[in-house]
């Protein structure tokens, strides 16, 4: 019989509770694991200063936002929106940087509050320009390589639109000389799940293009730690990562005299594995001698959809008050009209379906899938089969379970509607 996984943080008694206080499908967020990761994030090996900002966009919950606030975390932004979200939540707006695909309508407000901006496009850069002449702000490049679990997390190399090609330096130049602008940070993301070594190797790129900029105090890696979900997957330690870029700002300024400040943005790393998603087994059926064992969780793509578009692992465990004596293989789905709401897709390919050795299942038993705090609650579908939206709840330092968002109503789903 396989090892059997337990969940990480979510005992039997807690889950239990919550779950009749809160119902099921919920998110069960854990402060102590929040904390630690942002401790972690804010001992991130640096020469010359460090800003750490968590990616809001893994996870916007305002309870989270507030924790890291006070942790010492600063924020990255994606959209106007979270901006305003972030800014809603009570977090300063000279805490907030924005890197995003789609500039928002009120860029000139946002950068009068204090907001900065790391230009991901040349017409982003010019209308910057055209907002703020003589202003100071960040480029992010795309460095001509990437790192990602696969294409669709993969965000830096020719095949990604994501910041400026590094080939447009003359451009980039030219526009700061028109508006009179001061680049002064370096902004690179190059994906989310990335392999250690290559956001190492594409860190260190990243200096030559800090030497084309000599206004440049800042460099920004980015976020892309990789963080294990499943037991036999390996987390980033950034103790380890961190220290050869260290080396690489004091080289720098050994050679340059130019004492670049660091800033790391991780999302990942810093929610991944701080919740669980907390479910029911709501039916169990076989497909007969040739076919599968299937359990059908009350919760699936409405609540966690990386399944069914990475083909992502996430532990799942079931709890029961007395353990099945006999275990099997089952596919675990998620409870809605599609055949792509699988929880346990093969590893990278969601086309395909897995297995998983789970205790004998019964109606009714308590389902805790871990790994569900980065673009879980965040990205989902969650109205598709009009299911509500789940609620979350943080889990105090001393485990006392409390709501940071309340369920959906069913009518809320068609409350706009005219
Ligand atoms: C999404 C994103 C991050 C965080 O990525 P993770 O893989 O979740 O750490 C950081 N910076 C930018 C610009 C992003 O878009």
Not at 103 to 113: I, R, S
Not at 180 to 204: Q, Y
Not at 333 to 360: F, K, M
Not at 387 to 399: F, G, I, K, Q, R
Request: glycine residues 8%; negative net charge.
């Amino acid at each position: 019989m396989a090892q059997k996984i337990q969940p990480r943080f979510l005992d039997f008694t807690t889950a239990h509770a919550v779950a009749e206080d809160f119902g099921t499908p919920v998110y069960v967020y854990d402060q102590k694991t929040l904390e630690a990761n942002a401790a972690a994030v804010l001992a991130f090996p640096n020469a010359f200063g460090l800003t750490a900002r968590y990616a809001m966009k893994a996870s916007p919950n305002a309870a989270i936002l507030k924790l890291f606030a006070q942790a010492g975390l600063h924020i990255d932004a994606s959209s106007g929106h979270e901006v305003h979200r972030a800014m809603a939540a009570g977090i300063a707006a000279e805490k907030i940087s924005l890197s995003a695909q789609e500039l928002p309508e009120d860029l000139g407000e946002l950068l009068d509050a204090g907001i900065q901006l790391n230009a991901c496009s040349l017409a982003q850069l010019e209308r910057f320009g055209q907002l703020k002449p003589g202003g100071e702000v960040g480029i992010r490049i795309n460095p001509g390589a990437g790192s990602g679990g696969n294409n669709r997390t993969n965000v830096g190399g020719p095949s990604s639109s994501f910041g400026i090609w590094y080939e447009w330096i003359p451009q980039i130049k030219e526009l700061l000389a028109k508006y009179s602008l001061t680049a002064v940070r370096i902004h690179t993301h190059i994906g989310s799940g990335s392999d250690p070594e290559v956001w190492l190797k594409v860190s260190k790129m990243n200096f030559e293009m800090v030497r084309q900029f000599p206004d440049v105090v800042t460099l920004n890696l980015g976020g892309g730690f990789k963080v294990g979900r499943m037991p036999d997957e390996k987390s980033t330690d950034l103790q380890i990562v961190g220290q050869p870029i260290k080396e690489k700002f004091e080289e720098f300024a050994a050679e340059t005299g130019r004492k670049i400040r660091l800033e790391v943005e991780p999302g990942t790393f810093l929610v991944a594995n701080a919740c669980a998603l907390l479910s029911k087994v709501q039916d169990v059926v076989s497909t007969g001698e040739a076919g599968y064992d299937f359990i059908k969780l009350n919760t699936g793509m409405t609540e966690l959809l990386r399944p069914s578009i990475y083909g992502a692992q996430h532990p799942i465990c079931l709890l029961q008050s007395e353990e099945s004596a006999s275990s099997k293989e089952y596919v675990v789905v998620g409870h809605c009209c599609e055949s792509g709401d699988i929880l346990t897709p093969a590893p990278g390919d969601p086309e395909l379906l897995a297995t998983r050795e789970l205790p004998e299942a019964t109606i009714g038993d308590y389902c805790v899938i871990d790994g569900s705090g980065a673009y879980a609650s965040a990205m989902t579908p969650k109205h598709y089969n009009s299911y509500p939206e789940a609620a979350e709840v943080m889990l105090d330092t001393s485990n006392a379970p409390r709501l940071i968002r309340r369920r959906q109503t069913l009518a809320e789903i068609w409350a706009n509607e005219v």
